[in-house]
């Protein structure tokens, strides 16, 4: 296999995996990629590595440009396994040396025996014959360990997690693929792995402000070299809470009633002009859920009651978006019950450590909403409308 020249004498030689469909909870029907980049130079050096079953197809394709014997360094930006976990293989082949943030060899020393490491700090440089290294450390985007490397003539970021997508493809930069599935699988991407880190991106963007950068070489998807300000604006955006006038309508139903619920809720948004979007969550999955709740101003939550609490797959839902955080939505809890509730209680509980507003009183209903009930579900979206447009 070949390596990909992003710029001069610097090469992606990572990874292609088409048939990944579970990024660790998160769902990734386009498969991924595991970027790895190669400086060719005085000394080679090999900029993160890739996930280990594909580690002879990184080899096979370093070994395009170079024996792969020369490579002379290795930087690690990043412990979690997907980057790390062929870099045992990796310094038994070479014989190089790994460098990483100290958090970055503390968590490389969790993870693996026996390899030889040494701890950059923050804003460090390295003289690789004409061509200057740095290292950027961005704590928490999202691992105590991350850090950017910089190739200073080349303006060049090697930004890690930072501006990926879970996109396999043939193509390797922003130029040559469909800008609509490049931007969904950006926010789809930033949604369920870097929501919860908006402060450390504005912080980083603050760090990174003055670079001079041509290429945005992530570690998964396409490598952005054309429109950088393109995702650079929707990472500000993101990372400030921005939305828009929308409403995701989120739910589980178990013989019907909580469905009912839901879409007259839906429509009452829907009459305010708002837009709408409902999942049932029988039919969808968390991670896409997140995507559309990115730039939305309200999440509505919806379940039936099922042995005094939430519905499974609506408490599997909650609970995932309470770990991710999202900042500045408007959060309102809905469902139905037979004779004992429990699952609208637990939902608002939820949903207040989540840290949504959560001001709009809940909305139960007993079996079965009868038309007037359906008429109140309307109302209640119409009042959720409202609040979106603050008005
Ligand atoms: Fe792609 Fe945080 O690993």
Same mark, same amino acid.
């Given at each position: 296999?070949?390596?990909?020249?992003?710029?001069?004498?610097?090469?992606?030689?990572?990874?292609? *995996?088409?048939?990944?469909?579970?990024?660790?909870? =998160?769902?990734?029907?386009?498969?991924?990629?595991?970027?790895?980049?190669?400086?060719?130079?005085?000394?080679?050096?090999? @900029?993160?590595?890739?996930?280990? /079953?594909?580690?002879?197809?990184?080899?096979?394709? @370093?070994?395009?440009?170079? *024996?792969?014997?020369?490579?002379?360094?290795?930087?690690?930006?990043?412990?979690?396994?997907?980057? !790390?976990?062929?870099?045992?293989?990796?310094?038994?082949?070479?014989?190089?040396?790994?460098?990483?943030?100290?958090?970055?060899?503390?968590?490389?020393?969790?993870? =693996?025996?026996?390899?030889?490491?040494?701890?950059?700090?923050? +804003?460090?440089?390295?003289?690789?014959?004409?061509?200057?290294?740095?290292?950027?450390?961005?704590?928490?985007?999202?691992? /105590?360990?991350?850090?950017?490397?910089?190739?200073?003539?080349?303006?060049?970021?090697?930004?890690?997690? +930072?501006?990926?997508?879970?996109?396999?493809? &043939?193509?390797?930069?922003?130029?040559?693929?469909?800008?609509?599935?490049?931007?969904?699988?950006?926010?789809?991407?930033?949604?369920?792995?870097?929501?919860?880190?908006?402060?450390?991106?504005?912080?980083?963007?603050?760090?990174?402000?003055?670079?001079?950068?041509?290429?945005?070489?992530?570690?998964?998807?396409?490598?952005?070299?054309?429109?950088?300000?393109?995702?650079?604006?929707? =990472?500000? !955006?993101?990372?400030?809470?921005?939305?828009? %006038?929308?409403?995701?309508?989120?739910? *589980? &139903?178990?013989?019907?009633?909580?469905?009912?619920?839901?879409?007259?809720?839906?429509?009452?948004?829907? !009459?305010?002009?708002?837009?709408?979007? /409902? =999942?049932?969550?029988?039919? !969808?999955?968390?991670?896409?859920?997140?995507?559309?709740?990115?730039?939305?101003?309200?999440?509505?939550?919806?379940? /039936? &009651?099922?042995?005094?609490?939430?519905?499974?797959?609506?408490? *599997?839902?909650?609970?995932?978006?309470?770990?991710?955080?999202?900042? +500045?939505?408007?959060?309102?809890?809905?469902?139905?019950?037979?004779? +004992?509730?429990?699952?609208?209680?637990?939902?608002?509980?939820?949903?207040?450590?989540?840290?949504?507003?959560?001001?709009? %009183?809940?909305?139960?209903?007993?079996?079965?909403?009868? %038309?007037? %009930?359906?008429?109140?579900?309307?109302?209640?979206?119409?009042?959720?409308?409202?609040?979106?447009?603050?008005?």
């Amino acid at each position: 296999m070949k390596a990909v020249e992003i710029t001069k004498d610097v090469y992606w030689v990572g990874a292609i *995996d088409w048939n990944v469909r579970n990024f660790h909870g =998160y769902t990734t029907p386009r498969g991924s990629t595991y970027n790895a980049y190669l400086i060719r130079g005085d000394t080679n050096v090999l @900029i993160d590595t890739v996930k280990k /079953p594909f580690f002879e197809q990184m080899v096979s394709r @370093i070994r395009s440009v170079i *024996d792969p014997k020369d490579v002379g360094l290795i930087v690690s930006n990043h412990v979690e396994m997907d980057h !790390s976990s062929s870099l045992p293989m990796a310094q038994g082949l070479t014989g190089a040396k790994i460098l990483a943030s100290k958090k970055g060899i503390e968590g490389l020393g969790f993870h =693996y025996d026996n390899i030889v490491m040494e701890a950059v700090v923050d +804003g460090h440089e390295l003289r690789i014959g004409d061509r200057t290294v740095r290292f950027i450390e961005t704590p928490m985007l999202h691992w /105590p360990d991350s850090m950017f490397t910089y190739l200073v003539e080349d303006k060049v970021l090697f930004s890690m997690d +930072g501006f990926g997508q879970h996109l396999a493809t &043939t193509e390797r930069f922003d130029d040559q693929v469909d800008q609509d599935i490049l931007m969904f699988e950006a926010a789809k991407y930033y949604a369920n792995i870097l929501l919860p880190f908006g402060a450390q991106v504005l912080k980083t963007f603050e760090k990174v402000k003055g670079l001079d950068i041509n290429i945005l070489a992530t570690s998964h998807g396409i490598i952005w070299r054309k429109d950088l300000g393109k995702i650079i604006n929707a =990472y500000l !955006s993101w990372a400030k809470g921005e939305s828009k %006038e929308k409403a995701v309508v989120v739910y *589980d &139903t178990m013989w019907g009633s909580t469905q009912i619920m839901a879409e007259a809720i839906a429509d009452g948004i829907a !009459s305010e002009g708002v837009e709408v979007r /409902p =999942y049932r969550l029988t039919n !969808s999955d968390r991670s896409e859920v997140m995507k559309e709740v990115l730039d939305a101003r309200a999440v509505v939550v919806g379940s /039936p &009651t099922l042995n005094n609490g939430m519905f499974p797959s609506v408490a *599997d839902f909650v609970i995932y978006m309470r770990g991710l955080r999202p900042k +500045g939505k408007i959060g309102a809890a809905f469902g139905s019950y037979g004779w +004992g509730g429990g699952a609208v209680k637990a939902m608002r509980e939820n949903m207040e450590k989540t840290g949504l507003d959560m001001t709009l %009183e809940d909305l139960e209903m007993r079996y079965v909403p009868k %038309e007037d %009930e359906k008429i109140k579900c309307f109302e209640y979206g119409r009042a959720i409308g409202r609040k979106i447009k603050g008005s």
